[in-house]
């Protein structure tokens, strides 16, 4: 279990990290503002592009290593790629800490980008209520040992879920009430989706969905129709979660993963060839979402989770998630305690 020093040293590499990512940033909006889209404005920006693959491996916290690379070596690599090109996100005549803010973290700007950023008291208390759920399932770990092995599944695909949304809400809330913007939601209630369609285009993880169909889709379709730039989205995004997993569990890729995403991409023109040809309108709406998420799970607990338990990358994260927890509780204790000296002295 992690330690206080292991964690302090942990804080410390991500300042040094974070300064880093706002000098990388700094520069590419420097080359991005002196020079035209093109193969020069990405020539300029390759040591960039270098670069940001490198630092996650900085930590030795597996939350940490694949939280900032899903950050660094995905997302920001591809809005860069797409600057250079002059395709949004990004653009040079953003402001400089928006645009730090929009190439490095997991945020997106709505189209009417003054307007400011407003958190509502729903967002707030599902967000809480996520976190709650969260904690919940942290509690239920030490006795994994007697669930069932779908049952364990499960719960892990309903920690995936819960961390992620946490802490992309977390980064898009930081960035919104520091800088005072409105940002696109990163997820639209996938529990909700009566599709696949549905689920990985309109509710699943909606900014990675915003950067792949400007670079992978758009230029697919364009050239060789629309199954053709779904596959392509679906094998691009296997390949990135085959490197997310390289980050996570340090061992060699195994293309499972990639089969999971191919496996779906697959479904999903199988899908759409029914609504369009067949005028197929899908199962009841009572009945979809279930259906969908059951296929998910299913072919998760398939291929998408075996290199992670292979490797027991689950293990130590779950170590890390207890140490946490266990971290939070002592300083919150120790801050009741302060609190409860100052009442007695008054």
């Known amino acids: 279990m992690a330690d206080v020093p292991v964690l302090d040293g942990e804080l410390q590499k991500l300042m040094k990290i974070t300064l880093t990512i706002i000098a990388c940033m700094s520069y590419a909006r420097f080359i991005s503002s002196k020079t035209s889209p093109g193969y020069l404005r990405l020539t300029l920006l390759l040591p960039i592009l270098s670069l940001l693959p490198l630092l996650p491996f900085s930590f030795s916290s597996v939350h940490l290593r694949g939280i900032s690379a899903f950050f660094l070596s995905w997302l920001s690599i591809f809005k860069l790629l797409l600057l250079s090109f002059s395709l949004p996100p990004l653009h040079p005549s953003l402001p400089l800490p928006i645009f730090i803010a929009t190439a490095s973290l997991p945020v997106k700007l709505r189209s009417s980008s003054t307007s400011i950023a407003t958190t509502s008291p729903l967002s707030l208390f599902s967000s809480i209520f996520k976190l709650l759920l969260l904690l919940l399932l942290f509690s239920l770990y030490p006795y994994k040992h007697l669930f069932p092995s779908y049952l364990l599944l499960a719960l892990y695909c309903f920690h995936i879920y819960l961390a992620l949304e946490l802490v992309l809400s977390s980064a898009r809330f930081l960035a919104g009430t520091l800088l005072g913007l409105d940002l696109e939601p990163q997820f639209n209630a996938p529990y909700f989706s009566t599709s696949l369609r549905d689920f990985w285009g309109r509710r699943w993880n909606l900014m990675v969905t915003s950067i792949l169909r400007p670079s992978v889709y758009h230029p697919i379709r364009s050239r060789f129709g629309t199954a053709a ?58 009945v979809a979402p279930p259906l969908v998420l059951g296929f998910v799970a299913v072919t998760g607990f398939w291929l998408f989770f075996p290199p992670i338990l292979r490797t027991g990358t689950d293990e130590k994260t779950l170590e890390e998630c207890a140490a946490m927890v266990a971290f939070l509780e002592k300083g919150a204790r120790a801050l009741l305690d302060r609190i409860g000296l100052l009442f007695n002295r008054v």
């Open 229 to 286: 730039g779904v596959l392509a989205v679906f094998f691009v995004s296997g390949v990135m979660h085959e490197l997310m997993f390289y980050y996570l569990t340090l061992s060699s890729p195994t293309g499972e993963v990639t089969c999971f995403f191919i496996l779906h991409g697959f479904c999903m023109v199988v899908e759409g060839l029914f609504a369009r040809r067949w005028k197929w309108g899908g199962v009841h709406p009572a």
